[in-house]
């Protein structure tokens, strides 16, 4: 059974900084592992998908590494900003079952101006 | 091309009620799932269906809880009898293949 696990459950930081978001998952049979955004009261906004071959992606000041051997995947963010304050959380779709995704709990980012 | 759609956005029902919520695809997604998120908790799947077919209902309570994606028409996740303990935000997510696109969501309040 598929577990997805995020840490830190939640961080603070100023304006500016770097910072890494880290998912772990239990399985390695992935098809693939999506990042997403949830704003408070909102839904999902899909940022980052990696392909089970793939080693990362990248979307403007994002990028998104996936090491299955490990079962880890990490989301980095250069130059944060305030905006970005939201919950960020990862997803796991596994092999031999049905298409279903596995949540992490996700992780609060706030960025302070 | 339209996102997911879902509605109602907000649902009120008092306790004992049907709720009745509903999911749009994304335009040539055959594959439609629904997922619920109590608060404070992460997203947990509830059923995956395709056109006329449930494929995957693993995580749909046994009681009160049903789903169908008819050959026309949006999909509908149907709860009776709802209790408290059923409020919460339910999402929809629609996929061609392996990446899914996810809904506004529905948010259910039970009083």
């Known amino acids: 059974k598929q577990e997805v696990t995020q840490i830190p459950a939640a961080l603070s930081v100023p304006e500016g900084e770097n910072l890494v978001l880290n998912c772990s998952f239990t399985?390695?049979?992935?098809?693939?592992l999506q990042w997403f955004r949830q704003d408070p009261g909102k839904g999902l906004t899909s940022l980052l998908l990696i392909q089970s071959s793939q080693r990362e992606q990248t979307s403007g000041r994002l990028n998104a590494s996936l090491d299955k051997s490990s079962g880890r995947s990490t989301l980095y963010i250069a130059a944060s900003q305030p905006g970005d304050s939201a919950t960020y959380l990862c997803a796991a779709l596994t092999q031999g079952g049905s298409e279903k995704l596995v949540f992490g709990k996700g992780t609060k980012l706030t960025v302070n101006p | 091309n339209a996102g997911v759609m879902q509605n109602p956005r907000h649902l009120v029902r008092r306790r004992g009620q049907e709720a009745r919520l509903r999911c749009s695809p994304m335009?040539?997604?055959?594959?439609v799932y629904w997922y619920r998120q109590l608060p404070e908790e992460g997203l947990k799947f509830m059923v995956y269906l395709q056109k006329e077919n449930i494929i995957d209902e693993s995580g749909m309570p046994k009681e009160r809880f049903s789903a169908e994606f008819p050959k026309e028409g949006p999909s509908i996740l149907r709860i009776q009898q709802v209790v408290r303990g059923d409020s919460a935000a339910y999402f929809c997510a629609s996929s061609p293949q392996y990446e899914q696109y996810f809904g506004p969501g529905t948010r259910l309040t039970v009083t």
């Open positions: 399985d390695s049979a992935i098809y693939n």
């Open positions: 335009k040539g997604h055959s594959h």
